[in-house]
Protein backbone atom coordinates (compact mmCIF):
# COMPACT_ATOMS: atom_id res chain seq x y z
CA UNK A 1 0.00 0.00 0.00
CA UNK A 2 1.41 3.36 -0.96
CA UNK A 3 0.38 6.31 0.87
CA UNK A 4 0.36 9.34 -1.27
CA UNK A 5 -0.53 12.41 0.86
CA UNK A 6 -4.21 13.26 2.36
CA UNK A 7 -7.33 13.61 0.32
CA UNK A 8 -9.26 17.49 0.11
CA UNK A 9 -10.97 18.57 2.96
CA UNK A 10 -14.76 17.63 2.72
CA UNK A 11 -17.57 18.03 4.71
CA UNK A 12 -19.20 14.98 5.96
CA UNK A 13 -22.95 15.23 7.46
CA UNK A 14 -23.90 12.99 10.89
CA UNK A 15 -26.18 13.00 13.42
CA UNK A 16 -24.70 15.75 14.95
CA UNK A 17 -24.52 18.05 12.14
CA UNK A 18 -21.59 18.59 9.54
CA UNK A 19 -18.15 17.39 10.57
CA UNK A 20 -15.39 17.85 8.43
CA UNK A 21 -12.65 15.14 7.51
CA UNK A 22 -9.22 15.29 5.73
CA UNK A 23 -9.08 11.52 5.32
CA UNK A 24 -5.32 9.98 3.62
CA UNK A 25 -5.26 9.18 0.18
CA UNK A 26 -4.70 5.81 -0.48
CA UNK A 27 -3.11 4.13 -3.53
CA UNK A 28 -3.27 0.46 -3.48
CA UNK A 29 -2.25 -0.95 -6.72
CA UNK A 30 -2.36 -4.60 -5.51
CA UNK A 31 -4.00 -7.39 -6.94
CA UNK A 32 -7.41 -8.88 -4.72
CA UNK A 33 -6.03 -12.89 -4.57
CA UNK A 34 -9.55 -13.87 -5.27
CA UNK A 35 -8.71 -12.93 -8.50
CA UNK A 36 -5.35 -14.54 -9.19
CA UNK A 37 -6.22 -17.84 -9.14
CA UNK A 38 -9.09 -18.00 -11.72
CA UNK A 39 -6.92 -15.96 -14.48
CA UNK A 40 -3.65 -18.45 -14.15
CA UNK A 41 -6.39 -20.89 -14.51
CA UNK A 42 -8.02 -19.76 -17.54
CA UNK A 43 -4.42 -18.77 -19.52
CA UNK A 44 -3.58 -22.54 -18.58
CA UNK A 45 -6.73 -23.57 -20.35
CA UNK A 46 -6.16 -21.15 -23.00
CA UNK A 47 -2.81 -20.60 -23.90
CA UNK A 48 -2.68 -23.86 -26.13
CA UNK A 49 -5.70 -22.48 -28.32
CA UNK A 50 -4.34 -19.16 -28.94
CA UNK A 51 -0.75 -20.13 -30.13
CA UNK A 52 -2.46 -22.48 -32.57
CA UNK A 53 -4.47 -19.35 -33.76
CA UNK A 54 -1.54 -16.86 -33.38
CA UNK A 55 0.62 -19.76 -35.79
CA UNK A 56 -2.82 -19.98 -38.28
CA UNK A 57 -1.99 -18.06 -41.67
CA UNK A 58 -5.91 -17.92 -42.44
CA UNK A 59 -6.92 -16.64 -39.45
CA UNK A 60 -4.32 -13.87 -39.49
CA UNK A 61 -5.59 -9.97 -40.53
CA UNK A 62 -4.10 -7.85 -43.40
CA UNK A 63 -1.95 -6.51 -40.92
CA UNK A 64 -0.10 -9.49 -39.93
CA UNK A 65 0.52 -10.62 -43.32
CA UNK A 66 2.24 -7.20 -44.14
CA UNK A 67 4.28 -7.86 -41.17
CA UNK A 68 4.96 -11.86 -41.83
CA UNK A 69 5.87 -10.99 -45.77
CA UNK A 70 8.44 -7.91 -45.04
CA UNK A 71 9.97 -9.99 -41.98
CA UNK A 72 10.66 -12.73 -44.65
CA UNK A 73 12.22 -10.58 -47.26
CA UNK A 74 14.87 -9.26 -44.09
CA UNK A 75 13.27 -6.04 -43.66
CA UNK A 76 14.03 -4.21 -40.06
CA UNK A 77 10.24 -3.54 -39.21
CA UNK A 78 11.56 -0.72 -36.58
CA UNK A 79 12.86 0.82 -40.14
CA UNK A 80 10.20 3.43 -41.17
CA UNK A 81 12.08 3.53 -44.00
CA UNK A 82 13.04 0.48 -44.98
CA UNK A 83 9.17 -0.47 -43.90
CA UNK A 84 7.99 2.19 -46.24
CA UNK A 85 9.77 0.97 -49.41
CA UNK A 86 9.82 -2.41 -48.62
CA UNK A 87 5.61 -1.71 -48.64
CA UNK A 88 5.73 -0.06 -51.64
CA UNK A 89 7.14 -2.59 -53.69
CA UNK A 90 4.57 -5.23 -51.76
CA UNK A 91 2.04 -3.05 -53.58
CA UNK A 92 3.71 -2.71 -56.67
CA UNK A 93 4.17 -6.78 -56.96
CA UNK A 94 0.13 -6.88 -56.25
CA UNK A 95 -0.53 -4.81 -58.92
CA UNK A 96 1.50 -6.29 -61.58
CA UNK A 97 0.09 -9.70 -60.39
CA UNK A 98 -3.45 -8.82 -60.96
CA UNK A 99 -3.12 -6.75 -64.29
CA UNK A 100 -0.90 -9.35 -65.72
CA UNK A 101 -1.80 -12.50 -66.74
Known amino acids: MVRNGYDHERDVLTAAGAV ?12 DSDWIGPVVDAVDTYLP ?26 VDL ?16 QLAHRLLP
Open 20 to 31: TVVAPRVNDKRV
Open 49 to 74: VFHDAFDDETAWGYAKHVAAALTERG
Open 78 to 93: TDRHGVDNAIQQLNAE
